[in-house]
């Protein structure tokens, strides 16, 4: 059987390491990819440290994936050999639980999750359902698409869904891998944006990307500055930190909202006085159920001009690139290269 590199988790708390494994053959309703691109997740993480239920091991992680289709399974129809296509965190819905056979895709109870039900991108092939795949548009270059089916998809489809109209005060915590995207939609969405991190040297980061005004967190009360420019509409919290993102609430305006799409740990800590005193609101966001919508940001992407700020390595170097990712070390986000011409 011919071989392929590809980065495993051999168990839950393991670490990357690169094996040599059978190249896969998709299944009826599947395709193969020949992987281009992957980007460096932090929910690539719940793989590392087994923090999802019913994950079986080894596993290669990855969900933002680029790639061309290399070879189609017996069933599949609307997606041809050679054509450049991306899989993001939900693989795809079951087709058996009660809300797929309805036609309720979007409230699968099952959903397949890219490099967590199956394995991932971490490797030169992978397979994916073709029901969870998105046409990659010709304008993308593939590492710089990867970053978009996760980061881009999550902050996209956050502020699209938010409430929130061209003119409000919208602010973006955190100038991570979701962070930096979020304050080029938010620009783009025509919102007053303002960019929310730690520490001066983000500060021109900040202005490049879009933002209308950048807080040092670091240096000032960040809701007291956010009040001070007449309260956020929306606040969307992309760095995982529950205590900062905590101290953010009193800097919403009056029916605002608290918008959070990164993973925690950490409970957070909320009077409920906050959330009464102006009717405020928290809530969490994920891109599932919005059908189509890695295509969508995909192509408000290419109108409007958004690419993803990347390091790019090679697959080799995943760990590095994880390391560089956990730690901030990465502007803005790593991707995994797998032709090695990095
Ligand atoms: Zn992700
Ligand atoms: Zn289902």
Redesign the pocket.
Known sequence: MPLMKAIQIAAPGAEFELVQKEIPEPRETEVRIKVEACGICHGDAVVKEGRFPGISYPRVPGHEVVGKIDKLGAKVNGWQIGQRVGVGWYGG?????????RGD?A?????LTTGISFDGGYAEYMTAPMQGLAAIPNELVSVEAAPLLCAGRTTFTALRNSGAQGGDLVAIHGLGGLGHLGVQFGRKFGYRTVAISRGKDKEALAYQLGAHNYIDAEATDAAAELKKLGGARVILATAPNSKAISALINGLAPDGQLIIVAWQNEPMQISPWQLLGGRRSVKGWTARPARNSSEDTLKFSVISGIVPMIEVFPLEQAALAFEKMVSSKVHFRSVLKMDGDV
């Open positions: 819905p079951c087709l058996k639980c009660d809300p797929c056979k895709f409230n699968c109870e099952n959903f």
